[in-house]
């Protein structure tokens, strides 16, 4: 007796484009028509499709979801997450936590350099140069500069004092020796070490200086020192020795530590990170929602130099507030406390909104959308602080959703310097665009120095293991009723060759399993 096949049960439902074939501008090169990807309009998706989605290289734009065309775009766009239970912070995010809590407990922003009773006073300088790492450079390679003319003109005049004209120095005179007491010249030199004669004109001139002094010990770091004093103290004290590694074994810190400090009785000011439901919307997201716009705005014109007309409540609504993710709660009470979903995570300083996170709550992961400030707090590093409470947020929620322990920063794109900086974030890993397998990224970054596009699974015998083959298996949602696609067929009087290659390359690209519970609207 033949299997009967069940109708499906309505779930997802979208709407595919064929838009894969037009180029567009690109956003990171600025080209005019080599940005490709394959959208779709996604009508309603249940958390658990979009994280299938999501780890098949397809991200959300509000009710939009697209998926690069990684063989065919200028900038290769691969997904990224980072393993957030095992997160590692470097000492560079260490510096802006501090520099934040630096802020909050005392009201400090950015310290000037001032002399006298000024000296610990702290101003605000939202623009320093002193923060441009190119002026940095450029102030100590003046003051070398000055030390080294200093010194020139101090050998220079002992030599002078010395022996007057050099032209008309003896040979019994080259072999005498100079002592100088200044800093740079207690060493005694020989006039013919320092002294050189050009034949063609008669003239003499100092040589070029020939480094270190090789009779000295090289100098040595100050942390080297420090380790050899905290060395010689332990075994004076019969002590063992201990390795840094060790060491940090003892008494690791973790990212809470630096983030949730102990403030002190009257801190400066008071920071509060809130996390509410934009779709659909919560009443503390509506009661908050035209302050959220406007440090929207400012933040677009500020740092991405966009018109006003751009920044409408229209089109905010459209990119960071709609959502086709379902909010969904387990019937058995389990995982988060405030379920699945999309939300905002909203940064209030003193009862003044001046940042938001704009975040999925899916079951296996934190899938950050945006996050924009107020550029009047452009010196505190509020994009690089707020990836950081939303590793820590991930963090908290693993402790009801044990499956939840991913953080997704979008796409990491190695041909654009200015994305970068989500490598940061370790251990981190990126997605193959040709068997969705998961590999660490610092066995990718060879391969993309080389290559903008490449296959990230080493092994060439792996394949997609999410593959569609069978037209047939795929939901439809027509005639007001799911069905599958077999069925859909029949209805439609018989198969249409074109619609059925649109209809497989769909299904190829959202994977089988989606492929087989998500309805495409037809």
Same mark, same amino acid.
């Given at each position: 007796?033949?299997?009967?096949?069940?109708?499906?049960?309505?779930?997802?439902?979208?709407?595919?484009?064929?838009?894969?074939?037009?180029?567009?501008?690109?956003?990171?090169?600025?080209?005019? %028509? =080599?940005?490709?990807?394959?959208?779709?309009? *996604?009508? #309603?998706? +249940?958390? /658990?499709?979009?994280?299938?989605?999501?780890?098949?290289?397809?991200?959300?734009?509000?009710?939009?979801?697209?998926?690069?065309?990684?063989?065919?775009?200028?900038?290769?766009?691969?997904?990224?997450?980072?393993?957030?239970?095992?997160?590692?912070?470097?000492?560079?995010?260490?510096?802006?936590?501090?520099?934040?809590?630096?802020?909050?407990?005392?009201?400090?922003?950015?310290?000037?350099?001032?002399?006298?009773?000024?000296?610990?006073?702290?101003?605000?300088?939202?623009? %320093? =140069?002193?923060?441009?790492?190119?002026?940095? *450079?450029? #102030?100590? +390679?003046? /003051?070398?500069?000055?030390?080294?003319?200093?010194?020139?003109?101090?050998?220079?005049?002992?030599?002078?004092?010395?022996?007057?004209?050099?032209?008309?120095?003896?040979?019994?005179?080259?072999?005498?020796?100079?002592?100088?007491?200044?800093?740079?010249?207690?060493?005694?030199?020989?006039?013919?070490?320092?002294?050189?004669?050009?034949?063609?004109?008669?003239?003499?001139?100092?040589?070029?200086?020939?480094?270190?002094?090789?009779?000295?010990?090289?100098?040595?770091?100050?942390?080297?020192?420090?380790?050899?004093?905290?060395?010689?103290?332990?075994?004076?004290?019969?002590?063992?020795?201990?390795?840094?590694?060790?060491?940090?074994?003892?008494?690791?810190?973790?990212?809470?530590?630096?983030?949730?400090?102990?403030?002190?009785?009257?801190?400066?000011?008071?920071?509060?990170?809130?996390?509410?439901?934009?779709?659909?919307?919560?009443?503390?997201?509506?009661?908050?929602?035209?302050?959220?716009?406007?440090?929207?705005?400012?933040?677009?014109?500020?740092?991405?130099?966009?018109?006003?007309?751009?920044?409408?409540?229209?089109?905010?609504?459209?990119?960071?507030?709609?959502?086709?993710?379902?909010?969904?709660?387990?019937?058995?009470?389990?995982?988060?406390?405030?379920?699945?979903?999309?939300?905002?995570?909203?940064?209030?300083?003193?009862?003044?909104?001046?940042?938001?996170?704009?975040?999925?709550?899916?079951?296996?992961?934190?899938?950050?959308?945006?996050?924009?400030?107020?550029?009047?707090?452009?010196?505190?590093?509020?994009?690089?602080?707020?990836?950081?409470?939303?590793?820590?947020?991930?963090?908290?929620?693993?402790?009801?959703?044990p499956e939840l322990k991913w953080y997704y920063m979008g796409f990491y794109i190695h041909s654009c310097p200015k994305m970068r900086y989500k490598a940061g974030l370790s251990p981190s890993m990126l997605l193959c665009p040709e068997t969705y397998t998961w590999h660490p990224i610092e066995e990718c970054l060879p391969l993309l120095d080389k290559k903008k596009y490449s296959r990230l699974e080493p092994n060439p015998s792996v394949v997609d293991g999410n593959a569609f083959d069978n037209i047939n298996e795929l939901v439809v949602f027509y005639d007001l009723r799911p069905m599958y696609y077999s069925r859909y067929r029949e209805l439609r009087g018989g198969s249409n060759d074109l619609e059925d290659e649109e209809v497989l390359h769909y299904a190829q690209l959202v994977g089988r399993t989606c492929a087989k519970r998500v309805l495409l609207l037809r």
């Amino acid at each position: 007796m033949a299997s009967v096949m069940m109708e499906p049960k309505f779930g997802s439902v979208v709407e595919n484009f064929k838009n894969e074939n037009e180029g567009y501008k690109c956003g990171y090169c600025k080209s005019k %028509s =080599s940005n490709y990807s394959h959208g779709m309009w *996604a009508h #309603q998706l +249940t958390v /658990h499709d979009y994280q299938d989605l999501i780890d098949r290289g397809w991200r959300r734009s509000g009710y939009y979801c697209y998926k690069p065309t990684m063989h065919k775009i200028c900038c290769p766009m691969y997904t990224i997450k980072c393993q957030a239970i095992d997160f590692k912070i470097t000492k560079s995010q260490k510096k802006v936590i501090k520099r934040v809590n630096r802020f909050i407990d005392l009201g400090e922003r950015v310290k000037s350099k001032l002399t006298g009773d000024d000296s610990n006073t702290c101003v605000f300088q939202e623009a %320093s =140069s002193e923060g441009n790492p190119d002026w940095m *450079a450029a #102030q100590q +390679t003046s /003051h070398v500069a000055s030390v080294n003319k200093e010194k020139f003109a101090q050998l220079k005049s002992s030599l002078q004092e010395l022996k007057g004209d050099y032209s008309g120095a003896s040979r019994e005179t080259d072999t005498e020796v100079i002592t100088e007491s200044s800093d740079c010249l207690k060493q005694e030199v020989k006039l013919q070490d320092i002294v050189e004669e050009n034949p063609a004109t008669g003239t003499r001139s100092l040589k070029p200086g020939n480094g270190p002094d090789k009779d000295k010990p090289p100098c040595k770091k100050a942390k080297l020192l420090r380790l050899e004093r905290r060395k010689q103290k332990l075994e004076s004290k019969g002590l063992p020795l201990e390795t840094s590694a060790q060491k940090q074994d003892i008494n690791p810190k973790k990212l809470e530590d630096f983030l949730y400090q102990k403030m002190p009785p009257n801190p400066a000011h008071r920071l509060q990170v809130r996390l509410v439901r934009s779709q659909p919307p919560s009443a503390e997201f509506k009661n908050s929602f035209v302050e959220s716009l406007n440090v929207y705005r400012r933040y677009q014109m500020a740092i991405h130099r966009d018109p006003e007309t751009k920044c409408s409540e229209s089109q905010y609504k459209r990119f960071l507030v709609k959502s086709p993710l379902e909010a969904w709660r387990p019937a058995d009470g389990s995982g988060p406390p405030q379920g699945y979903g999309s939300f905002h995570q909203q940064y209030w300083l003193d009862e003044k909104l001046v940042a938001v996170g704009v975040i999925d709550i899916l079951p296996r992961c934190v899938s950050s959308v945006y996050f924009y400030y107020d550029p009047d707090f452009s010196d505190l590093t509020l994009g690089t602080y707020g990836s950081l409470r939303e590793v820590a947020f991930v963090r908290t929620l693993h402790s009801n959703a044990p499956e939840l322990k991913w953080y997704y920063m979008g796409f990491y794109i190695h041909s654009c310097p200015k994305m970068r900086y989500k490598a940061g974030l370790s251990p981190s890993m990126l997605l193959c665009p040709e068997t969705y397998t998961w590999h660490p990224i610092e066995e990718c970054l060879p391969l993309l120095d080389k290559k903008k596009y490449s296959r990230l699974e080493p092994n060439p015998s792996v394949v997609d293991g999410n593959a569609f083959d069978n037209i047939n298996e795929l939901v439809v949602f027509y005639d007001l009723r799911p069905m599958y696609y077999s069925r859909y067929r029949e209805l439609r009087g018989g198969s249409n060759d074109l619609e059925d290659e649109e209809v497989l390359h769909y299904a190829q690209l959202v994977g089988r399993t989606c492929a087989k519970r998500v309805l495409l609207l037809r």
